[in-house]
């Protein structure tokens, strides 16, 4: 009488090792000398875990804009909208909370965007301005010395 044992791996696709129940039945199969006579082929159940997904809300973002970069309110209203997003993850709708935290995040662009867009604007005017005042005064200086 010959005696064969097969090993039969099923968390080879999940990467995780057998559990001891079916390690300890897989043996039991062994020693009465066969696999179960039943037909039906083996089927494996998958359980999916959802780890806890972590939204951004961009709070210290909207915050800063809402202080210092608040073209047209748009820092103020971001900041509103990340605040709507924190609410609606301590709740635990997360649906909810990407939804706003993502409108936020857009806000937050756009006012960076135009914050800085209007800031290298004044900064331009400051120098052009500067320049064509220093030309005016020097020309009024030449015109004073040809007298």
């Excluded at 009488?1 to 080879?12: D, L």
């Excluded at 390690?23 to 083996?42: C, D, F, I, Q, Y």
């Excluded at 900041?79 to 709507?84: F, G, L, P, W």
């Excluded at 709708?93 to 867009?117: E, R």
Aim: charged share 10%.
């Amino acid at each position: 009488m010959s005696r064969t044992s097969q090993t039969v791996f099923t968390g080879a696709n999940t990467g995780l090792p057998p559990s001891y129940e079916m390690v300890k039945e897989e043996h039991e199969v062994a020693m009465l000398g066969g696999a179960p006579h039943s037909s039906a082929p083996a089927s494996s159940t998958v359980i999916t875990i959802h780890s806890e997904t972590s939204v951004p809300d961009h709070v210290v973002w909207s915050l800063f804009n809402a202080l210092f970069m608040n073209f047209c309110c748009l820092g103020f209203v971001a900041y509103a909208y990340s605040v709507k997003s924190r609410d609606r993850k301590m709740v635990g709708d997360m649906t909810g909370a990407q939804s706003y935290a993502s409108t936020a995040k857009c806000l937050n662009i756009f006012a960076l965007i135009f914050s800085l867009l209007l800031f290298i604007v004044f900064i331009a005017l400051y120098v052009t301005g500067s320049v064509i005042l220093f030309h005016a005064i020097s020309q009024k200086m030449q015109d004073r010395g040809s007298y």
